[in-house]
């Protein structure tokens, strides 16, 4: 058998849905419910048929009353059956109604691990251009729009179908050419219906969008609120914020006005009114009796169902599409990353190399250019240079959370592209200069990388990353759940934390982020023996400003403006660099 590489950098194997439209995706959805489909369709064609009977046997009780000789006899029967019909028909109508109600909720909870299994198999540089908030309004409200197309949205459109439907069926039992006034109705309706939906769709699509970038921009100015406040532009915020809501109110009313345009309403009035005079025509020509007028207008009477769920339960249905649109063109939106299954898994030795590396992001010019060194399984390497030069770019092509444009990342002499993705990053591991921290307990936090760790465990790694100290003066010790993004944690203690995090991972490559720098000299150094620590019998590359760490580095990189300025040992940088000597100096 052979292993079709999968495009995601991470894939869970999960039932295979059309992926072509969003109709097709939705039903590829919906048919893996047959029976509850079959219970929504048998619930609505019941309650409508059961519907129709009331007209019916009020015309024939009609009929009797107007004998000669009322027939008095038959009336408690009749009354008896459309009593025994109408809860029959409160039965099927529950079936149907619970049966689009579990059809929208099951197909949202679906759906919703759907898109988030494709988030997390979505590369950094898929994330680095999607916007948080949007992909948020997309998860949560487009989801949801996609269960209430359910219920009421296409439950109602069911149900009032087989409302259409049923005069047309009932009506030539009376006379055939009461066929007339219905089928014309029907056929009215749906052209009409046809414009409307083609009308709303674009609208519907201009509400979720603006939502979704509503959204966005308030997710933003929360994330970045100490920002915001900082520079004193809460007023200008909120102006944005007006702007952006005012965007989904014209939307909203936009959609609200199309509604109002519908002239399903002006169809049925027309349609009541000239059915009846047709149908009293035929009363004069003596073709009907007095209870089959009685009857048929109450057949179309039925129509009203129809004529006023129409506008918004289509509205409904437009929504859910506009939503399932917007999902699928996340779900399907290209990975550019190949997490390469069927490569290299061995276990990691250590040993680095760039050969020739340049590399850009996306629709970027290079923020790296020609870099060649190699490390040793072991070594440490320094990478210093001003801030922009692109020293964190370059550790972040070790695990590939970007691919390089042209040249060769090597690791134990093996193309990173060449491993597969889940071992290479398993065996890397990256604390970034920004260190995040999930809002659950320090012992998850310290074990993100290896679930299951026990106590022992997680606490001698704390131990090696000096956390233990500072984590033990919290009243909850490990269980202490950390605020959300780890507000309530200095920067020194994240990073530790982060040190923690390696220690128990045990990679065989570990880089460390660490350019923001002003602490503390207490805590400098017991970080700088967590560090010292934490690099022992492993290759590690350190992104410092710590003039005490790049001195013990094997190979020092100085970068500048995305190039090699110099590189090589303290000993020889200092005779041979004057940028480096430079930094020594300052
Ligand atoms: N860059 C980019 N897109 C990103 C990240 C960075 O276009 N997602 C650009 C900005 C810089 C260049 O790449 O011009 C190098 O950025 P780095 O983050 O690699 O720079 P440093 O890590 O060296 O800077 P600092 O010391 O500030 O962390
Ligand atoms: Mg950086």
Request: charge should be negative.
């Given at each position: 058998m052979t292993t079709i590489a999968s495009p995601a950098e991470f894939t869970i194997q999960r039932p295979q849905y059309s992926r072509t439209s969003a109709i097709r995706w939705v039903l590829s959805h919906v048919l893996r419910h047959n029976w509850i489909i079959v219970m929504v369709f048998l619930g609505a064609l019941g309650n409508a048929a059961l519907a129709a009977v009331v007209p019916i046997l009020v015309g024939d009780a009609f009929n009797a009353m107007l004998l000669p000789s009322p027939d008095t006899g038959v009336l408690v029967p009749l009354a008896l059956i459309i009593g025994g019909t109408q809860v029959l028909r409160g039965v099927l109508q529950l079936g149907r109604n619970f049966g689009a109600e579990l059809l929208g909720q099951r197909l949202e909870a679906e759906i919703r691990d759907e898109l988030y299994i494709s988030l997390l198999g979505k590369s950094m540089t898929f994330h680095s251009l999607q916007p948080v908030g949007d992909t948020m309004a997309r998860a949560t409200n487009d989801v949801r729009e996609i269960n209430l197309m359910f219920n009421p949205g296409i439950n109602l459109v069911i149900g009032s179908f087989f409302f259409l439907v049923m005069p047309i069926l009932a009506a030539p039992r009376y006379h055939p050419a009461l066929l007339i006034t219905p089928l014309l109705f029907a056929l009215a309706y749906f052209a009409s219906l046809a414009r409307y939906l083609k009308t709303l769709a674009p609208i519907s699509d201009e509400v979720r969008a603006s939502f979704g970038s509503m959204n966005t921009h308030l997710s933003e100015s929360l994330d970045g609120v100490e920002t915001v406040k900082g520079a004193a532009q809460e007023d200008s915020e909120v102006e944005r914020f007006i702007l952006n809501a005012k965007r989904v109110r014209d939307a909203f009313v936009k959609q609200g006005d199309t509604e109002a345009r519908f002239i399903a309403f002006l169809l049925y009035g027309i349609a009541i009114a000239a059915g009846l005079t047709h149908a009293l025509f035929l009363f004069r020509e003596g073709l009907l009796n007095t209870g089959q007028v009685i009857a048929y207008f109450g057949l179309l009477r039925m129509l009203d169902f129809p004529t006023f769920t129409s506008s918004w339960a289509y509205t409904q249905v437009s929504m859910g599409l506009a939503g399932a649109r917007r999902i699928l063109e996340l779900i399907n939106r290209e990975t550019d990353l190949d997490q390469n299954a069927s490569g290299y898994s061995g276990e990691m030795k250590g040993e680095v190399e760039f050969k020739d590396v340049t590399f850009a992001y996306p629709d970027g010019s290079a923020v790296l250019e020609n870099i060649s060194f190699k490390v040793k399984p072991g070594q440490t390497v320094a990478v210093v240079g001003q801030t922009g030069a692109g020293k964190t770019s370059l550790v972040k092509l070790l695990n590939r959370t970007y691919d390089i444009s042209s040249g060769q990342v090597l690791v134990d002499g093996l193309?990173?592209?060449?491993?597969n993705l889940a071992s290479l990053r398993s065996q890397i591991s990256m604390i970034e200069q920004d260190i995040f921290l999930f809002s659950r307990s320090i012992s998850d936090n310290l074990a993100f990388g290896k679930p299951g760790a026990g106590q022992d465990e997680v606490e001698s790694a704390a131990r090696a990353a000096q956390a233990h100290d500072f984590i033990e003066t919290f009243e909850n010790g490990y269980e202490t759940v950390i605020g959300e993004r780890g507000v309530t944690l200095s920067g020194g203690q994240r990073q530790r934390l982060a040190l923690g995090r390696a220690f128990l991972t045990d990679p065989r490559i570990l880089i460390l982020d660490d350019s923001t720098s002003a602490i503390d000299s207490a805590t400098e150094d017991k970080i700088q023996r967590a560090i010292s620590a934490a690099a022992r019998g492993r290759t590690t590359f350190i992104i410092t400003h710590r003039l005490s760490q790049i001195r013990w580095a094997d190979l020092i990189i100085v970068l500048r403006k995305g190039q090699v300025a110099a590189m090589g040992s303290h000993d020889e940088l200092m005779r041979t660099s004057d940028a480096y000597a430079r930094i020594f100096r300052e």
């Open positions: 193309d990173v592209r060449e491993w």
